[in-house]
């Protein structure tokens, strides 16, 4: 369903990532993957994944960074000469936010995660521009707490919002250009991202109970539905958010 296609995954941490779950499920549909790790300390996890499906471009990438952005996207542009899809899966809050009330929350840690976790997907979008020459697909990941209020979802809900909000704009801006914008919105998964949640344990296990399929989804799944809408099968789809998530959203 990818045969052929050169893309960029940001966001895999470890081997528990959503990204790395749409990594392999891409690499078995037969694209060629660029990766990125955040720092050195990461890529210790990440560079064995990267090697696992033989990603030939392995850079990397911390977003607040635009001389590492620029470098990153000269070398795809240097290596592929084009770019047909992205995959942005990243979300980041300081814990003192995350965990707190909303209420609580200091402008400057609002400020680090509407940066990182939204503004970011708009700074990569500029960035692909040039490489998406003959039209593309880019992919971000939110989460049900950008539409009802969920339980310890604390500040990063009103950030998967605007993340939201951008999906939709940004593929207003691009769908001239043949570039679509989506955003998945799978169930809880165990990431790293998710260990920041307090007592995210209980969200799971409400979601497993109040799904109509009483299942959690796992990364292979949303990878599945990831490559989907990044294939030509989605041609049609843009500024969506789809759910990923046993149904869990039906029930408010």
Request: charged share 20%; aromatic share 8%.
């Amino acid at each position: 369903m990818m045969h052929g296609k050169k893309g960029l995954i940001v966001g895999i941490a470890n081997e528990h990532s959503l990204a790395w779950g749409c990594a392999r499920v891409f690499h078995a549909a037969g694209a060629g993957i660029a990766m990125t790790y955040q720092n050195e300390k990461t890529k210790s996890y990440v560079a064995p994944l990267a090697q696992e499906i033989s990603a030939p471009l392995f850079m990397p990438l911390d977003v607040t960074d635009d001389a590492q952005t620029e470098a990153l996207f000269a070398e795809i542009g240097r290596q592929w000469g084009r770019l047909d899809f992205l995959l942005h899966s990243i979300a980041f809050a300081p814990k003192a936010d995350l965990q707190g009330r909303v209420t609580d929350s200091s402008a400057a840690g609002f400020g680090v995660a509407m940066d990182v976790s939204c503004h970011s997907l708009i700074r990569l979008t500029k960035a692909a521009e040039p490489l998406m020459k003959d039209g593309g697909a880019i992919l971000t990941m939110s989460y049900y707490g950008s539409e009802k209020v969920i339980a310890n979802y604390g500040i990063m809900g009103p950030v998967k919002a605007a993340l939201e909000a951008s999906v939709r704009y940004l593929a207003a801006e691009q769908g001239a250009r043949g570039v679509r914008v989506n955003a998945l919105s799978p169930g809880p998964v165990r990431t790293r991202a998710a260990s920041g949640l307090a007592h995210f344990d209980l969200l799971m296990e409400k979601a497993a109970r109040t799904a109509p399929t009483h299942q959690l989804v796992g990364i292979d799944q949303v990878g599945e539905a990831a490559a989907f809408l990044l294939s030509d099968k989605a041609l049609h789809i843009t500024g969506q958010v789809i759910y990923v998530d046993n149904g869990y959203n039906i029930f408010g």
